[in-house]
């Protein structure tokens, strides 16, 4: 009989409290015995938007260290691997239940977390990283790569923010817009043009609430996305940059995702500090799944 070493994992559901909405998550309990090459495997394996693997922290100012993985790459950083992650760490009893504050060790560096205690599951929100613009792209050529008419586009013109995963943000008129918007591997490969490294494309529109938004990302492996807490900090420092959006210092909005593909997602936005001076918090509710074991 041949020897397996016993991995078990949960499967989580990240930025919603209904099962099977929201993004789903597997979260290895405990990675020491895994390569980087079996981490990618399993990560194909398993098929989800995001994998993580939790392992013992190398910072002293970490609680744990994360490692995720798309289908095709490991990321930097990633949102609903960071929430969904906190949560297993706290059902682990690693965190303890009553610890409001802490940092998670991601490849980006410490990601400050905080909890929101209240009665059942916590709303776990998550600090972004810095946030840096670079390129604007032309109106057109998003329109025509998304099968969609420039007048439905917003004025603002679409640019790269990233606060570790390079996003393309696409403003448009309307949920219906954004609800017909579609992006394959080939209209990402015109839009980037001689941009070299993997980026997402982020189309929304703003609303009273905040935004209703889908995010594509062929280049992880990912067509589509049900939820993207990395990119949900820039979409908002960029929806405040256009004036999409108030930017009162403490307020509070969401961003729903992942509505169109049936898998409804609600991003929790607080802006600290006056256009996020200090700050932009991203949270979610996460909802467990299933519980089980993978023998290698």
Known sequence: MADHSHYPYSVVDVF?????????????????GLQGETMQQIARELNLSETVFLLPPTRSDCVARLRIFTPTREMVFAGHPTVGGAFVLRAQDIIPNDLEYFSLEENVGAVPVRLELSEGD???????????YEQ??????????????????????????????????????SKDAVDRAWLELAGMKRLKGAYTEPLCVFVFA???????????????????????????????????????????????????????????????????????????????????????????
């Open 16 to 32: 919603t409290r209904q099962p099977l909405q929201g993004n789903p998550l597997a979260v290895f309990h405990d990675a020491s």
């Open 122 to 132: 916590p709303l776990i929100w998550l600090t972004t990283p810095p946030i840096r």
């Open 136 to 173: 604007t792209f032309d109106r057109s050529l998003c329109a025509a790569v998304l099968g969609l008419e420039p007048s439905e586009l917003l004025d603002p013109l679409p640019q790269l923010v990233t606060a570790g995963n390079p996003t393309v943000f696409i403003p448009l008129r």
């Open 206 to 296: 703003p609303t009273r609430e905040g935004a209703y938004s889908r995010m594509f990302s062929p280049e992880y492996g990912i067509a589509e996305d049900p939820a993207t807490g990395s990119s949900t900090g820039p979409l908002f420092a960029y929806m405040m940059k256009h004036s999409l959006v108030a930017n009162a210092s403490g307020r509070r909005y969401v961003s729903e995702q992942g509505t169109k593909m049936g898998r409804r997602s609600i991003l929790h936005v607080e802006i600290r500090g006056e256009n996020g001076s200090d700050g932009i918090d991203v949270g979610g509710y996460v909802t467990p799944l299933v519980q089980a074991t993978m023998r290698l």
